[in-house]
């Protein structure tokens, strides 16, 4: 089975950056995703992780380690839109269904 | 391109009726995934297809829910009799198989509201 792991609410200032954590404890692992889901809305994907290091797309990084079953997402120079949860799942090996983490709720101050 | 579409976007209904939610994933997916979320459970994978078949049903909380995909543009997810514990919002996603990187995309869901 997968257990997932995130802090349950965050909040930072607008300009500001965020780090959102995530641990898996899993019976094996074929990546990571990360989505963002706002208020009322559907979850939208945000980056993918399979091999160890960074991986940056504009404002938003994703770092994994699989070694010690750890990840986290970056939100840079944080904006007002950036408030949502965002929700860290891993994939089992030979299989396509994710598990998702409870979720970060992220509060961009102004 | 359009997404994945679910109907309806809303239910109200009293305990003990059947209700019935609706999902077309996106063209060309070959993966359909449907989620239960709720405050207490967060996003919980139910059941999912690929190419039309049932895979893992696993999730599907008990013989009150079922769900079908009759052909590769339509699943229907099916509770009845339904209960106060099954309100929800119920997500539909789909994926496409050329290679495990591929997102699935969620639908916009629907809320279900048991009376």
């Known amino acids: 089975g997968q257990n997932i792991d995130q802090p349950t609410e965050m909040t930072a200032t607008e300009g500001a950056i965020v780090q959102i954590n995530c641990t898996y404890q899993t019976s094996g692992f074929n990546g990571l995703f990360w989505y963002q889901q706002h208020a009322g809305e559907a979850p939208t994907f945000l980056s993918y992780n399979v091999l160890d290091g960074l991986e940056e797309k504009g404002r938003f990084s994703s770092f994994l380690s699989r070694s010690k079953g750890y990840s986290y997402l970056l939100l840079k120079e944080l904006q007002m839109k950036d408030s949502a949860s965002y929700l860290c799942a891993v994939r089992p090996p030979n299989d396509y269904k994710l598990s998702f983490g409870a979720g970060t709720t992220v509060t961009v101050r102004a | 391109d359009a997404g994945v579409i679910q109907s309806p976007r809303h239910e109200v209904t009293e305990m003990g009726q059947e209700v019935t939610l609706r999902c077309k994933p996106i063209?060309?997916?070959?993966?359909l995934f449907w989620y239960r979320q709720t405050m207490m459970r967060g996003l919980e994978l139910l059941i999912y297809f690929n190419n039309n078949v049932p895979i893992d049903d696993s999730g599907m909380p008990e013989d009150r829910f079922s769900a079908k995909m009759p052909n590769a543009s339509f699943s229907t997810l099916k509770i009845q009799p339904s209960e106060p514990r099954d309100s929800a919002v119920y997500f539909c996603?789909?994926?496409?198989?050329?290679?495990?990187?591929?997102?699935?995309?969620f639908g916009d869901g629907t809320r279900l509201s048991i009376l």
């Open positions: 063209s060309g997916h070959d993966y």
């Open positions: 996603a789909s994926s496409r198989s050329l290679s495990r990187n591929q997102p699935q995309h």
